[in-house]
Every structure is written in C-alpha cells, then in structure tokens.
C-alpha cells in the first residue's frame, strides 16, 4: 500500500486487515492470559476470585458474621467489580465453596453448592455464602497499604491488584485455566508440608529441590486417592513445574459370607465425577469388556462408597482392579502444569522452589508495606500528643485563645509553634479530655507509641527480623492446620507402582466363538457362533463374499492389504452380524485403492510368507505384523504399479508358485531368506509379462495339498518335474489343479 494521505478529522483511516488483526488479536490473548485464565503466583488466585472475596468482605461476610444470599454476592461483584455474566460469576463462587473441588474452601456456602456426582448447585437464590478463616487470611491487612488498588472498570470504585495473601493458596489450592495459546494445571497440595518447606527456604533460599522433596511429598487432592508415581518422577515434575503423575482410587476388599468377597472404593481420583464413573463401568460390563466383573452398586452417602462383586471368588482382587484401571477412570492421569503470572505479571512455568519464594517475597513486601504504614500512623498520632502535652501545660492560656481571639488556630500555631494538624486537634478536643487523667494516658500511650515506632524502624533495617516474623505467622498457620485436624491431615497417599498385574485379553472380554465376515467391497461384521459354511450370507447390493473365517472374541485379526502394509483388529471390536457390518476402513487407515489381499487370525509363533505382483518375496515373523496404529505397519515394501498379493504361513520345506501363465515352479523353502518387516525381499518366480498368482507352502514327501471351491481336497504328490531354484519361471501346472488360477484357502480356519 502506498503512503497514505493526512486523514482529516471524521475520515476513514486505511489500514491492513492482517495488521488490525494481529494487533486485535495479540490485545485479546494477552487480556485473557492476565485478566481472566492465569492465576498471579502471590496470592494463587485470578481477577474473578479476588472480586469475589474482597466484595464478601466488603458485605462483611466474615466467618463470624450471618450468611447472605448468593445473589446478593454476584449481584455486588458484577455490578461493582467484574462486569461479565452472572452465571460465570456463580460458578467461580460455588467452586470456591466445594470441598470434593477446594482443598481448603474459601467460601463457606450453605445450601445446595453440588455434589461429587457432578450435579449441579442450586440457583443463587436459593443459596447463602459467607467467608472462611482461610480468606479471612488471604484478606489480611488490607486496609494497611499492604498492596495497589486500582479503579474499577466504570472508575467509580476501587479494587486490590492483589490480596496480602498470609496463606500459600496458589499450591495449597492448586489452580486451572486456558488461556490462549497457554494453559495452567496446578494440583492441591497440603498446607502443613508446604509451612514446612517455606520455613526451610526462609534458612535457606538456595535449597535444593530434593530437600524440598522431604517436606512436599506431592498433590494432596481433596477426594483423596494413592498417587503411585516414584520418587524421581515427582522430583523432575517439581523441578520443571510440569509433568503427569498417576492417581488412582482408594478400595478395600470386605470378606463375604461362603467365601466370596466384594470390593468397595471409597475414595476416586480428582475431578471425577462419581455418577459418570458408575456409568462409564456399567457400559462396559454391558458390552462384556468387563468378564471378572459381575456387579455394581453404588452405596454412597455423605461418604463414597462403590461396591464392585466378582464373577467368582477365584478372581484375584488385584487382576479385578487392574482390568479396571485400565478401562476406566478408577484411575487417572494429571497434567500438571505451574503456569502462572509472576511478581511482574509475565506468565511463565514455575518449579516448587521458585513459586514458594515468589509467595515468601511477597510476605515481605506485606510485611515491609504494613510496618511503614503503622510507622506513618504512628507518626501522625505522636505529632497530636506532642500538642496535647504543650495544651496541658498551657491550658489556661490555650483556653483564653480559644475564647477572646477571632482566629485561634492561627494565634496558637504562631504563639505555640503548632503544626496545622496538632492546631486543628486541640480545636476538636472534649472538654471531658481536660481532665488530669487524660494527661496521664496521653503521657502512656505517647512512650508507647514512641517505643513501637523505635522497634519498626529497627523491623524495617533489618531483613533477619522481617523473616523471623514471617516464619512466626508461618509457624502459625501450621499449627492451626496440622495434620491433627480434620482439614489439616493429608488425604492422598503415595505408594510407588508394583509389577502390573497380567490382564490378558482373555480376562477382559468374554470369550466366545464368532464367524468374521467380509465382503468384497470391504464390509466387516462378526457373527456369532461358527457357521458352518458361509453360502446363506447375504451382502449388499453388487457386493460378494470375500472371507469368512472362524475365530474367538479375544483374537487379534490381522489385515494384509495390497500396498504391503498389515493392520491389526480386535475381533471385539467388530461390528455385529446384524445388517451388513460397518466398512473396514472405520477400523484401519485402508486407502480406497488398496485391496484386502488376505484376513486372518494372528498367531505369534507362526511365520509368513509374503510376496507382490512382480514375483518378490521373503519370509517374516508374524509378531512383526501386529500395530496399534490405525495406519498399520509396513511389511512388504512395494511400488506403484507393483503391490502386495500374497501372504500365507510357512510349513513344510518347500515353496510351490503359479504364474499368471500358468506355469508352476516348486523350489526349498530354505532359498527364501527370513527378513524383517519393511523389505522388497527376493525375485521368487521370473513371469516374463506375467505376473504371480499364487504362493503356497508343502512339504515334498506329502504332496502340494490344494482345495477348490467345492471344497474338494486334492494332493500333488508328483512334482519332481516342477521342482528348480527360486527366481526360475518353471513348467506348465499339471493337470487337475483349480480351474480359477488360484491355489485354494491358504489359512486352516477360512471356510
């Protein structure tokens, strides 16, 4: 764009749109990641949950006050401080008032504020909330310049930039957020322990990380639970200030009349919801992925408590707990993520050490702000005793201005040497303030005050003295909420992870015999049961069959397909018989151009043979072939126009091939080389243009066995004419084999 012209006044200005919206753009992200998602590492808490507390306070809602309805809250903080929507203002206030959410609630609600289930709370008007002696805490001093204010949105009012925050909230509490292109994750964490690592940091700042490790043992989550991460994995999380650790549910094992037993959870990882839980394991028991499981129920109270009964007392409580683990949300992982905006408001990841110091420095800030404070109050009021002391000792001079001069103030302030303060004070004083014994408490609290402003100043030069304070109201806090106490004692445990119990396939879905059909055009379904011939089935239209093989619901299915790539199926995971199935490519990345060359049920020990369009080959491990990826694995490595087009199991000691030409070449199974998956492989029969039509496995002695599509079973016993060595072109079939070109069912469960 070329320099634009003066723009006068009331003109549009030009611009580019990709400008305005980076500039637009970069103002959002940085007023959501300060102003709404990231929690400030001082005081642990973000703008809507510092409205709230400092508008409670304003209402006088202390813990020893009545309550006040909820909306009376949101009502205060919307209209004064947070002009955003009052449903968001409520719920910022009803997790503040959950102790399943809140490690050490901020906000004492009474009513209906949820549950564990996840139900929700009931409407602002039904509830009432009022502050607990944990934000008494965050509010502390105040009022004592311990921290900025700024004016509200509409300028009308003030709000703190920040609370004093006399209590660790960020880690006691934890935080969540998202922000743009930034996220946080701070998980609750036990106050005692933490006391514990402040006090030492305030000896000595330096400390290592594992030294702080033997005071924070980790996450104390309010529900509870075992957190089965080691030791060095915690340590490196804490370090970094991001990672993900384990947590599982608390259960114990009750004893049953005949034997039998039950399990019972009383205590289920963070952020779960109770209700969803239950379903989430109904469904699967209805889905039969549950097989040791045989019931459900939920007995809870006021108090958690799931009772899980076996199929049979023969099954281990452990191998029951691990099939759970794995399916459901019995246990969970938490990311943990220290993002937060430091003493400057930047945002940025946090280790233990460093957050505990930001807050520990803050504490100073406090502390120093307050003594200055009280020390300019001081000031102040020993500036008015001083002129007391002068009245008294010329009162009935004083009282002679004060009746005969038309201007007192300013006759004293010139007689007396009175400041203006001092002048105005002895204006305002009570008659019943003449009295000798209020000289004597003036003279009191006048070398009391001197003797408190001495020991500020001496506060304020010395930094030992500021931490030995600090450390006292830390010591304070400790014991307040020892683990003694019902809020104080840690609720998580740690216990590191044991050898994994063997949850085999078989154990977590029911075994039963099915029939896995698949079409041509690629529609899979299994059956149940084993048919005993596949000719009843009915396809879609312009569709056929194309496999049908027996197998169990605890089977693997492998998926050869004709770009050389082998992907893996959990026969549970099929479709059912009814209809037609589902198409095969929802199950595994096929492309549309690709063919399924073969299906079959993955045997381990067993190798295969595995060749392309061209004639080239090789032997591989079936192991190789199995992959959790939806893209499968790579096993024969073929280029376009050549593909895949062949894979059957080796046996026996020789090879036979067929050629599009019909020619037939026998040769030892020990001059093709076993490869690993991935490769070209070797040339196995020269076609000339032709190209391979068919590979098998035999062993000499007994013949080349072929079945046709009758199902008719025919043995080449005499070969001796066909047999050469691999990469030859061969001699013409002999007579008898299948009239299609093909050499029958390679897989022994193919109907």
Request: glycine share 8%; aromatic share 6%; net charge positive.
């Amino acid at each position: 764009m070329t320099e634009a012209t003066p723009i006068k006044s009331g003109e549009a200005e030009e611009v580019h749109l990709k400008d305005a919206l980076q500039e637009r753009y970069l103002a959002y992200a940085l007023a959501t990641i300060t102003n709404r998602a990231l929690p400030d590492v001082r005081d642990g808490l973000k703008p809507v949950h510092r409205r709230l507390l400092f508008a409670m306070r304003r209402l006088h809602l202390s813990p020893e006050q009545s309550f006040k309805k909820s909306a009376r809250v949101v009502g205060d903080v919307i209209g004064r401080y947070h002009p955003h929507g009052d449903q968001a203002v409520y719920d910022a206030l009803v997790r503040l008032a959950q102790g399943f959410a809140v490690r050490y609630p901020l906000v004492d609600g009474q009513g209906n504020f949820g549950n564990v289930d996840g139900d929700n709370a009931a409407a602002m008007r039904y509830t009432e909330a009022r502050l607990t002696a944990v934000s008494e805490r965050l509010l502390a001093d105040i009022d004592n310049d311990t921290v900025d204010f700024r004016a509200t949105y509409d300028g009308e009012d003030e709000e703190p930039v920040l609370l004093p925050a006399a209590f660790p909230n960020l880690l006691a509490n934890g935080a969540t957020g998202i922000a743009v292109g930034m996220a946080t994750n701070i998980p609750p964490h036990n106050i005692g322990e933490l006391c514990s690592a402040a006090l030492h940091l305030i000896k000595t700042p330096k400390a290592r990380i594992d030294t702080l490790m033997e005071y924070v043992q980790g996450p104390d989550f309010p529900t509870g639970g075992i957190c089965i991460e080691t030791k060095d994995t915690l340590r490196e999380i804490y370090a970094t200030g991001r990672g993900t650790m384990r947590v599982r549910a608390r259960y114990h094992i009750e004893e049953k009349e005949r034997g039998t037993w039950a399990l019972v959870i009383t205590e289920i990882p963070y952020q779960v919801q109770k209700s969803r839980l239950i379903e989430k394991i109904a469904e699967l028991m209805h889905a039969r992925s549950l097989p040791l499981l045989d019931n459900i129920y939920d007995d809870s109270a006021e108090d958690i408590r799931i009772v899980l009964e076996p199929k049979s007392k023969n099954v281990l409580p452990e191998q029951l707990m691990a099939s759970l683990y794995r399916r459901t949300d019995l246990e969970t992982r938490f990311s943990m993520n220290m993002n937060v905006l430091d003493s400057k408001g930047v945002p940025r990841v946090m280790g233990l050490r460093e957050a505990l110091l930001e807050w520990l420095e803050h504490r100073n800030v406090v502390l120093v702000r307050k003594s200055k404070h009280r020390e300019a109050q001081i000031t102040n009021r020993l500036e008015i005793l001083d002129g007391y002391l002068i009245a008294y000792l010329n009162l009935d001079e004083i009282i002679r201005i004060i009746r005969e001069e038309d201007e007192p103030k300013r006759v004293m302030m010139k007689k007396f040497k009175f400041t203006e303060t001092q002048a105005e004070a002895i204006l305002n004083m009570r008659l019943r303030a003449l009295r000798k014994l209020e000289e004597q408490k003036i003279r009191t609290e006048h070398k009391d005050l001197t003797a408190e402003r001495v020991a500020l100043r001496k506060l304020l030069k010395s930094r030992q003295m500021q931490d030995k304070i600090i450390a006292d109201e830390i010591k304070e806090i400790k014991k307040t909420y020892s683990d003694k106490t019902e809020l104080g004692k840690r609720r998580t445990t740690y216990e590191e992870a044991g050898e994994e119990e063997d949850v085999s396939l078989e154990m977590m879905v029911e075994k039963e015999p099915i029939s896995v059909v698949c079409s041509q055009k690629g529609w899979i379904r299994a059956m149940r049961g084993h048919l005993e011939n596949g000719k009843t089935l009915t396809y879609k239209d312009g569709d056929k069959a194309a496999f049908v093989l027996h197998a169990m619901t605890t089977d693997k299915l492998i998926l050869f397909a004709s770009n050389g790539r082998a992907h893996t199926i959990d026969a549970s995971k099929l479709p059912g018989g009814r209809g037609h199935g589902d198409a095969v490519r929802l199950l595994a990345d096929i492309a549309p151009e690709d063919e399924i060359v073969e299906i079959f049920v993955h045997d381990e020990k067993r190798q295969l043979l595995v060749a392309s369009h061209i004639g080239n080959g090789f032997i591989v491990a079936e192991a190789e072939l199995v992959s959790a990826r939806r893209a499968g694995k790579s096993v024969l490595n073929v280029k376009s126009p050549d593909k895949a087009v062949q894979c059957v199991p080796v046996h026996g000691d020789s090879v036979a091939v067929l050629g599009r030409n019909k020619k037939l070449l026998c040769f030892p199974l020990a001059q093709v080389p076993e490869m690993s998956a991935g490769k070209k492989g070797v040339r196995l029969q020269r076609h000339g243009e032709g190209y391979l039509m068919g590979a098998r496995c035999f062993t000499a002695k007994k013949g080349l066995s072929l079945t046709d599509k009758a199902g008719r079973e025919k043995i080449f016993d005499d070969l001796k004419v066909y047999h050469g060595t691999r990469g030859q072109s061969g001699r013409k079939r002999p007579n008898g084999f299948p009239a299609d070109g093909t050499m029958g069912t390679p897989f022994p469960n193919r109907l």
